[in-house]
């Protein structure tokens, strides 16, 4: 089974009308142990447990906070001179894996795999920079109506210890009605353990 691993992907945020910097938002991904039930030669199946660290970084003076009701929301905020705003959700990770492998000599350490990664979030938080005539102030908003519980469908290849991965989460980061309907998705590659 080829999860257990070290990885960083591109993250995106599917649905978000403010600009996210898509260049410095990533995902950190940190996969320590994985359980393999072989279904037959070539097939397996696995579960396993790991971390992911979540950065989104906004461009302009976009931030996301609660509104004066609790509700989450991205605030545009034209009044302030934003250095920087970002949001950073840490996660728990158990997938659920059907991975296939080559049987032949030529392409025996290439696989595919699918499944889905269950989320436990750990914490969710925003950090803004503003730029002020005294200095640098920094705000901190934490909870922000993350989800607790999330699931996100991925996709792995690679040959030996280096895959490529693609991932998408079909339900929105923050819980119905108590924030915006942002669904991440992102691109990225792992090293195997």
């Given at each position: 089974?080829?999860?257990?691993?070290?990885?960083?992907?591109?993250?995106?945020?599917?649905?978000?009308?403010?600009?996210?910097?898509?260049?410095?938002?990533?995902?950190?991904?940190?996969?320590?142990?994985?359980?393999?039930?072989?279904?037959?030669?070539?097939?397996?199946?696995?579960a396993g447990l790991g971390f992911d660290w979540q950065?989104?970084?906004?461009?302009?003076?976009?931030?996301?906070?609660?509104?004066?009701?609790?509700?989450?929301?991205?605030?545009?905020?034209?009044?302030?001179?934003?250095?920087?705003?970002?949001?950073?959700?840490?996660?728990?990770?158990?997938?659920?894996?059907?991975?296939?492998?080559?049987?032949?000599?030529?392409?025996?350490?290439?696989?595919?795999?699918?499944?889905?990664?269950?989320?436990?979030?750990?914490?969710?938080?925003?950090?803004?920079?503003?730029?002020?005539?005294?200095?640098?102030?920094?705000?901190?908003?934490?909870?922000?109506?993350?989800?607790?519980?999330?699931?996100?469908l991925m996709l792995r290849t690679g040959f030996n210890?280096?895959?490529?991965?693609?991932?998408?989460?079909?339900?929105s980061i923050f819980k119905n009605n108590y924030g915006?309907?942002?669904?991440?998705?992102?691109?990225?590659?792992?090293?195997?353990?």
């Amino acid at each position: 089974m080829h999860w257990t691993g070290f990885g960083v992907s591109l993250a995106y945020l599917n649905g978000l009308s403010a600009g996210v910097n898509q260049g410095t938002s990533t995902y950190i991904h940190l996969n320590l142990m994985d359980y393999v039930i072989p279904i037959s030669k070539n097939f397996l199946f696995g579960a396993g447990l790991g971390f992911d660290w979540q950065k989104y970084k906004f461009k302009g003076n976009v931030s996301l906070r609660n509104d004066d009701n609790g509700i989450t929301q991205f605030l545009f905020d034209n009044g302030r001179n934003y250095k920087s705003s970002r949001f950073r959700i840490y996660h728990i990770v158990m997938p659920l894996i059907f991975e296939y492998q080559t049987g032949s000599r030529r392409f025996r350490d290439f696989f595919v795999q699918a499944g889905v990664e269950m989320l436990i979030k750990t914490s969710a938080s925003t950090k803004i920079e503003v730029q002020t005539d005294n200095g640098i102030k920094t705000e901190r908003h934490v909870g922000l109506n993350a989800s607790t519980l999330n699931a996100r469908l991925m996709l792995r290849t690679g040959f030996n210890n280096f895959s490529f991965m693609a991932f998408f989460q079909p339900v929105s980061i923050f819980k119905n009605n108590y924030g915006p309907d942002v669904k991440p998705y992102g691109i990225g590659f792992m090293l195997d353990f």
